[in-house]
């Protein structure tokens, strides 16, 4: 018996990506009035940290454009093609980003490096300034996409902009820095710190949706974990050939064999039931396949992996 169950949210989704969205668009004007003000402000001020800043909020410019796309996109249904549509965008979207922030990170530091080696007479009111600025909108960003963290997709935004928000903070304890002591390191060394930031971030989202897209399992999920709760379930006597993975932001898929005595089909549906509500309730799966064997046939009827799980 192979049975297949996928619940629909699709009011939920259309929703989420309607706020999403909005945020977004937002989020892409002001940073857009940002990267002016920091390009101009670290121009006439001499300024390599508001540079490297500038840079570093310009890279946001296509990456929140990809991420307002993505989530467009996820919503769109299933087609002949596309059979579990387009959710894997986002996950797609913060694996671009992630590549883009490296390369962005790098370029950071290689012109701090260089300008710590020449430093230059840095205009600290201007930095003041337009930190004050910067710290205004990168905070506002962030406060707004705080509800949607759970997806990669904008938590890899949300990430960005908070690291924006913090480097914003260092930009305006530097100027300070600069004013009192007249310490000219302190501009690149800022910028270095900055390019570290983001470079660290970089490599967490590209871990993580590397590990989405080779169908990894669930970062909060253990395969042992599951398969018990699937024992548990009455008449179920053993679990294998069992797969996890995620299709897409808060969607995840399972597909296993499970191993049930010989009985009616309407019997065997309330033990379906049953393993498909405990997996909703206990770790969010609500994409399943399972496919039923009856007790009687051998144990070697078909590929273990891993092996099999069995009461004691």
């Known amino acids: 018996m192979h049975s297949h169950v996928h619940h629909s949210h699709g009011g939920d989704s259309h929703g989420h990506a309607a706020g999403s969205s909005a945020v977004l668009g937002g989020a892409m004007v002001a940073t857009f009035a940002l990267v002016a003000a920091e390009f101009a402000a670290g121009t006439l001020g001499h300024s390599i940290a508001l540079i490297s800043d500038g840079v570093h909020n310009l890279t946001d410019i296509p990456t929140i454009l990809i991420s307002w796309i993505a989530v467009r996109l996820s919503v769109r249904p299933p087609t002949s093609e596309k059979t579990y549509g387009y959710h894997r965008s986002g ?151 069992i797969h996890i993975w995620t299709i897409g932001t808060n969607l995840q898929a399972l597909s296993c064999h499970v191993r049930i005595p010989d009985m009616h089909m309407e019997d065997s549906e309330k033990i379906l039931m049953a393993i498909q509500k405990r997996l909703a309730d206990e770790f969010y799966i609500t994409h399943t396949t399972i496919q039923f064997e009856r007790a009687g046939l051998p144990s070697d009827a078909g590929y273990f992996m891993p092996e099999p799980i069995r009461h004691i």
């Open 91 to 241: 996950i797609l979207a913060a694996f671009v980003n992630a590549i883009v922030l490296i390369l962005v990170a790098l370029y950071i530091l290689v012109e701090s490096y260089e300008r710590m080696r020449r430093p230059v007479e840095v205009q600290t009111g201007l930095m003041l300034w337009v930190a004050v600025f910067a710290l205004c909108i990168n905070g506002g960003i962030t406060l707004a996409l705080v509800r949607g963290r759970r997806d990669l997709n904008l938590r890899s935004i949300l990430i960005h902009n908070f690291g924006d928000a913090l480097s914003n903070v260092a930009i305006f304890a530097g100027a300070l820095a600069i004013r009192w002591t007249g310490a000219r390191w302190v501009d690149p060394a800022i910028g270095m710190a900055i390019g570290v930031m983001v470079l660290w971030s970089a490599v967490g989202i590209l871990r993580e949706s590397s590990h989405i897209l080779l169908e990894g399992l669930p970062r909060d999920l253990r395969l042992e974990d599951v398969a018990q709760a699937i024992l548990k379930v009455e008449n179920v006597q053993e679990v294998h050939d």
